[in-house]
């Protein structure tokens, strides 16, 4: 399945994004998503994931609070909705799929075996 990511920019410390995820030709009803980031110079790291069945989700511990993992009722898109944003948010942000996804996993890259390219956010005055 092919995934974009979309809704990245430019904001302001404290300021609100929402990044969307979609998969060309069909929906997400089936899988686990996850959205990841990498910043310069490091490592992707996990942002947070819902299941696909839509009752749990996951987040790190840096996000919590602040950013928050829905679907759309028709199961079509994800959404990363991400407020009181700081500067090392800044990232190249990746949404992912993967069928079978579990609850214990949501958190692992390697869970996921579809990904899209990535929207830039970056969060500077």
């Known amino acids: 399945v092919q995934l974009q990511a979309s809704g990245g920019g430019l904001v302001q410390p404290g300021g609100s994004l929402r990044l969307s995820c979609a998969a060309s030709g069909r929906t997400l009803r089936n899988y686990g998503v996850g959205w990841f980031r990498q910043a310069p110079g490091l490592e992707r790291e996990f942002v947070a994931a819902?299941?696909?069945?839509?009752?749990?989700?996951s987040y790190a511990d840096s996000v919590k609070g602040r950013f928050t993992v829905s679907r759309d009722n028709a199961k079509i898109k994800v959404y990363l909705q991400m407020n009181s944003l700081k500067p090392e948010d800044t990232a190249v942000y990746y949404c992912?799929?993967?069928?079978?996804?579990?609850?214990?996993?949501?958190?692992?890259?390697?869970?996921?075996?579809?990904w899209g390219q990535g929207t830039l956010v970056t969060v500077s005055s």
């Open positions: 819902v299941h696909r069945m839509g009752g749990a989700s």
């Open positions: 992912a799929a993967g069928s079978g996804v579990i609850t214990s996993s949501m958190s692992s890259a390697s869970a996921y075996s579809n």
